[in-house]
């Protein structure tokens, strides 16, 4: 995750003085589209991994073979069934994120959004490829092909916006070559059997007996993302009313923000695998070991975050943009502040979700997923706004974290035998 957060913060810096902040801007506006399209992959990632992992703590090769060919079919699928519609759909979407009356930051939406979908089957395979590989011991693979991601991607940013002057969407083709290097190294790592599933014995299939238990466990991811998503869309809907200034500076915030959020993200998934394959292995012990870890890495690390933008906005402003309006600045500063005290929750809210949906509690993991992203938000944005106007806007997202750890953080230890006892982690 480092090196895809490193490259992303390249991105900006390369892209901020070259295209300005709208060009940077129509990046940060993408963001919650991204976050809808990983919302497809993230249940067939999760549940499969989890799937694997149990399976190989159980010794159960043949289901591992199984997971692999049904989920690399179906991500295949989708991704390809959304990358054609691509010419018709880029320019209705990047109108509806920037709004039709911003004209330049439509455009830039649009460029980017074109290679970004073009190139979708490739990111989930990625996605779905890198967590399988982890997921079977070979975490080691699945960095190396991020950080040849990486390298393309800062590269090519470098030639073709840089070099060649092609702007927004010379930075979305370097990210999507990315993308081909990455899950052109995995096929690789794979096709030479070091895996305990083979390219040699694979099938084209959307045919797996253990669908049910695969959704289920990765319905929680799909809540999580859509609801996040929709959270981010009505912010940015709300900012409409109050000019172009907050849009833009939204979209700076959500750029930087998708960025810091990567080594939460990171935990999650460095805990799923040994939580799984201690799940089939009946070790409840390590289980809660890495829960006990990963939760206390989270909080420490958010708190570090949430300082980052309360005490250091300027500098997150001067990184990524050079626009010197004293009007845009203020706005950045304030909402770096109040945005960034999601933090304080995020990280912790994506353990326990993890650790639910592992432990087969995806009704409690949906429930979080859905007031973090969506109810708390939507709730946030009918009386903040009305209470303290902008910075209302920008603590709704903050207030619906901290409030969803609160809720479910305190019921779970009211309950703790039936969420923490030997008999509660057990294979599902």
Do not use: C
């Amino acid at each position: 995750m480092l090196s895809s957060t490193v490259h992303q913060v390249i991105n900006g810096i390369v892209l901020g003085p070259q295209v300005g902040k709208e060009g940077l801007a129509a990046v940060g506006l993408f963001g919650p589209v991204v976050v809808v399209l990983v919302a497809f992959a993230l249940p067939i990632m999760i549940g499969g991994g989890v799937l694997i992992g149990k399976s190989l703590g159980a010794g159960d090769y043949e289901k591992v073979q199984q997971v692999f060919q049904f989920a690399t079919t179906l991500v295949l699928v989708i991704g390809g069934s959304i990358a054609v519609t691509v010419p018709l759909s880029a320019g209705v979407l990047a109108r509806f994120l920037a709004g039709a009356d911003h004209a330049v930051l439509v455009d830039y939406t649009s460029d980017y959004a074109f290679w970004q979908l073009v190139s979708l089957p490739l990111f989930f395979l990625n996605m779905v490829w890198g967590n399988f590989v982890r997921a079977d011991n070979a975490p080691k693979a699945a960095r190396n092909a991020s950080v040849l991601a990486a390298a393309v991607n800062i590269m090519l940013d470098l030639f073709l916006v840089v070099w060649l002057g092609l702007g927004v969407e010379g930075a979305s083709i370097a990210t999507a070559l990315a993308f081909l290097s990455g899950s052109a190294y995995l096929f690789v790592y794979i096709l030479k059997g070091k895996t305990h599933y083979r390219f040699s014995s694979f099938r084209f299939t959307l045919r797996l007996s253990q669908w049910r238990e695969l959704t289920k466990t990765g319905m929680p991811s799909f809540a999580s993302e859509i609801a996040f998503s929709s959270g981010l869309l009505l912010i940015n809907q709300r900012l409409t009313r109050y000019g172009a200034v907050p849009i833009a500076a939204f979209g700076l915030i959500n750029y930087a923000s998708f960025i810091l959020i990567r080594p939460f993200t990171a935990a999650m998934i460095a805990s799923l695998p040994v939580i799984s394959y201690n799940i089939g292995a009946g070790r409840p012990d390590r289980v809660l070991a890495m829960l006990r870890f990963s939760l206390t890495f989270t909080f420490v690390l958010g708190g570090f975050m949430a300082l980052l933008g309360v005490l250091l906005p300027g500098y997150l402003v001067s990184l990524f943009s050079e626009h010197k309006s004293d009007t845009y600045r203020q706005v950045l500063s304030q909402g770096f502040g109040l945005y960034f005290l999601l933090f304080l929750a995020a990280g912790p809210n994506y353990i326990l979700g993890a650790y639910l949906q592992s432990t087969g509690k995806t009704t409690l993991s949906i429930l979080i997923n859905l007031m973090k992203g969506f109810l708390l938000v939507v709730a946030g944005l009918a009386i903040l706004p009305d209470l303290a106007g902008l910075p209302g806007v920008w603590l709704s997202r903050s207030l619906a974290e901290i409030l969803t750890l609160l809720l479910i953080g305190l019921y779970m230890l009211y309950h703790k035998r039936k969420f923490f006892g030997e008999r509660a982690i057990r294979p599902v």
